[in-house]
């Protein structure tokens, strides 16, 4: 019974204290398999208002194969910042059939602005290098249920 307390106690401190939520990564997002060509990407979907102003905030380290897909209700004009994020990042901004519009490296803890060339609603961040590595640039077109346009 000593235990429950405890633990009852634990979770209302935190419930009333959000502070360490809010410099918590978000790990358990929806997730949707895109594809790169030959490359797969496991990506966390960041879906609601919310989920996307934390994004990959406060990631240590992220595998390489792994990103976070920014969906966004309609096309527009979208700026991203790293004010939080650990991780050198790169996003690629993407058109609604999975087309990327342009690529923007960015810098850990900074809050410069970086944003899509043209109206989009998906925004890919994966860690810095990965598109380079692999020799996709604006134009390429990536793949997955998002992008379906059956």
């Not at 934390?54 to 380290?61: A, N, S, V």
């Not at 939080?84 to 410069?112: E, R, S, Y």
Request: include cysteine; glycine fraction near 6%.
């Amino acid at each position: 019974m000593k235990y429950i307390a405890i633990a009852l106690l634990g979770l209302t401190a935190a419930l009333l204290n959000p502070s360490h939520a809010q410099n918590a990564p978000q790990m358990n997002l929806l997730r949707v398999k895109l594809s790169a060509g030959m490359h797969l990407i496991d990506a966390q979907v960041a879906a609601t208002q919310d989920q996307r102003a934390i994004g990959l905030m406060f990631r240590r380290e992220m595998p390489q194969s792994e990103g976070m897909l920014f969906a966004f209700e309609e096309a527009s004009v979208q700026c991203f910042w790293m004010k939080n994020t650990l991780l050198p990042l790169t996003a690629a901004f993407v058109a609604n059939d999975g087309t990327i519009v342009n690529l923007a490296d960015m810098k850990p803890q900074t809050t410069d602005p970086h944003c899509s060339k043209e109206p989009v609603r998906y925004v890919l961040e994966m860690n810095q290098g990965w598109f380079g590595k692999r020799g996709i640039k604006a134009g390429f077109k990536l793949a997955g249920q998002p992008f379906d346009t059956k």
